[in-house]
């Protein structure tokens, strides 16, 4: 073999060295940023979750004061007393109907799905 020869084996060899160096840094790389998707993904849900939970339990936790707290400042002794201690005591018996009818459903539900 001729010096010529050895000096473009060798810089073939380079070359491929340099190739599969690149291909080798960019399938890292691409396994790197599937791994940063999936992991990002996750994330995602959480604050997505995070919010409407904290976006119920605000407005849960506002009509609930603000309802509690017209009852207690106003006397029982007069009409709208009375109004707003009638209509709570109705709102949770009808609220406790609803809630075991739909128990009864899910139970008669999943009994037919078991048959």
């Known amino acids: 073999m001729t010096q010529d020869e050895n000096i473009e084996t060798v810089t073939n060899v380079e070359e491929i060295a340099a190739e599969e160096t690149v291909a080798s840094a960019v399938k890292e790389g691409a396994e790197a940023g599937s791994q940063a998707a999936r992991n990002f993904i996750p994330a995602i849900g959480d604050v997505l979750s995070k919010t409407v939970y904290n976006g119920c339990y605000g407005v849960s936790y506002a009509v609930t004061f603000a309802a509690v707290g017209i009852s207690k400042m106003l006397p029982l002794d007069n009409m709208a007393g009375k109004g707003f201690h009638d209509g709570a005591q109705d709102a949770v018996?009808?609220?406790?109907?609803?809630?075991?009818?739909?128990?009864?459903?899910?139970v008669a539900s999943a009994e037919s799905l078991a048959m």
Do not use: N
Request: glycine share 0%.
């Open 93 to 106: 018996v009808r609220v406790d109907k609803m809630a075991a009818k739909k128990e009864e459903s899910e």
